[in-house]
C-alpha cells in the first residue's frame, strides 16, 4: 500500500481520516462509510471535493445527492491532445457534451454521466494493452 503526502494533507487539514479495505492502515471499510457517517453528524459540511476511482466518485456523489450538498468531482477521462479537439476526453455533464481538458476537469458530480463516463475509460483499453506489451518488451529487452 503506497500512501503520499500524509504528513502535508495532515497539516493543511482539521481533520484526517484514513480508511483502507483491510483495515492495515486507519480505519478499516470505504471512504463513503466514513462520509455516510460525517454527513449524518456534521450539518456544516457545505461542499465536498471528490478526487478518485470513477465507481467511488459515483457513489460519494449518490450519498451526497439527498443531503443536498455541492459534490465537485475531478474526471480523469483519457486525454490524447489536451486542447479540445480529439474528443478523447468527452463527458456528459448535465446532458451536455463537455471535454475535460478544457471544461473540466472538475464538474458537478450530480450532473455526470457516470455510466458514460465509466465506458471512456475503457475506450482505448486494446492501444493500452499493446503499450503495455510493448513497454514490457523493450524494458526486457534493456
Ligand atoms: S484531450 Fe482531446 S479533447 Fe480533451
Same mark, same amino acid.
Given at each position: 500500500?503506497? +500512501?503520499?503526502? #500524509?504528513?502535508? /494533507? *495532515?497539516?493543511?487539514?482539521? #481533520?484526517?481520516?484514513?480508511? $483502507?479495505?483491510?483495515?492495515?492502515?486507519?480505519?478499516?471499510?470505504?471512504? $463513503?462509510?466514513?462520509?455516510? #457517517?460525517?454527513?449524518?453528524?456534521?450539518?456544516?459540511?457545505? *461542499?465536498?471535493?471528490?478526487?478518485?476511482?470513477?465507481?467511488?466518485?459515483?457513489?460519494? %456523489?449518490?450519498? $451526497?445527492?439527498?443531503?443536498?450538498?455541492?459534490?465537485?468531482?475531478?474526471?480523469? &477521462? /483519457?486525454?490524447?491532445?489536451?486542447?479540445?479537439? %480529439?474528443?478523447?476526453?468527452?463527458?456528459? /455533464?448535465?446532458? #451536455?457534451?463537455?471535454? &475535460? %481538458?478544457?471544461?473540466?476537469?472538475?464538474?458537478?458530480?450530480?450532473?455526470?454521466?457516470?455510466?458514460?463516463?465509466?465506458?471512456?475509460?475503457? %475506450? +482505448?483499453? @486494446?492501444?493500452?494493452?499493446? &503499450?503495455? @506489451? +510493448?513497454?514490457?518488451?523493450? @524494458?526486457?529487452?534493456?
Amino acid at each position: 500500500m503506497l +500512501f503520499i503526502m #500524509e504528513e502535508e /494533507i *495532515r497539516k493543511a487539514s482539521s #481533520e484526517l481520516i484514513i480508511t $483502507t479495505d483491510d483495515g492495515s492502515y486507519g480505519r478499516k471499510g470505504f471512504v $463513503t462509510q466514513v462520509l455516510e #457517517e460525517l454527513l449524518d453528524t456534521d450539518k456544516s459540511i457545505k *461542499r465536498i471535493w471528490v478526487i478518485g476511482p470513477a465507481i467511488m466518485m459515483k457513489v460519494v %456523489c449518490e450519498i $451526497t445527492r439527498p443531503y443536498l450538498i455541492k459534490t465537485i468531482v475531478n474526471l480523469h &477521462s /483519457i486525454m490524447v491532445d489536451g486542447v479540445g479537439m %480529439c474528443g478523447s476526453c468527452r463527458v456528459t /455533464i448535465g446532458g #451536455e457534451t463537455k471535454f &475535460s %481538458c478544457v471544461n473540466g476537469p472538475e464538474f458537478d458530480g450530480q450532473l455526470v454521466d457516470w455510466i458514460g463516463f465509466m465506458n471512456r475509460l475503457t %475506450c +482505448f483499453q @486494446e492501444q493500452e494493452q499493446k &503499450s503495455w @506489451e +510493448f513497454y514490457k518488451l523493450k @524494458e526486457g529487452g534493456n
